[in-house]
């Protein structure tokens, strides 16, 4: 009878210990999905973040409220070369892309990590 009522007391240990473990996954299932629902507006900025180069390029300049003729005489290029960096029909220089950057305030790092 004592091995019996052992055996019965270790199966129901068992049994809790495997509930808990239970619980506890589900618990932290619904967190993690809750944690993913709320961050949907991160996951969004993320996606419009993503552009080309051209349009990082012109998103910074307006966003200091610069004109492209103000950017061109800073760094020594002229204001065509900026239009054609903004539409995408060419890239600038490393040493020019270097020179936006400081100019707008952020590092080359960040300004590239936005492009696709």
């Not at 900025?45 to 552009?51: F, L, N, Y």
């Not at 400081?102 to 790092?109: D, N, P, Q, V, W």
Request: positive net charge; aromatic residues 6%; glycine residues 4%.
């Amino acid at each position: 009878m004592k091995i019996s009522a052992i055996t019965s007391t270790i199966a129901i240990f068992f049994s809790l210990l495997i509930l808990a473990v239970l619980v506890t996954l589900i618990v932290l299932v619904i967190r993690a999905l809750l944690k993913y629902l709320k961050s949907k507006e991160v996951r969004d900025e993320k996606k419009v973040i993503k552009r080309s180069l051209g349009e990082a390029l012109k998103f910074h300049r307006t966003r200091c409220k610069m004109t492209q003729e103000f950017v061109a005489e800073t760094i020594g290029v002229s204001r065509q070369a900026v239009s054609k960096w903004e539409k995408g029909d060419s890239d600038p220089s490393t040493s020019n892309l270097f020179a936006l950057a400081k100019l707008y305030g952020i590092s080359a790092e960040e300004l590239l990590k936005e492009v696709e």
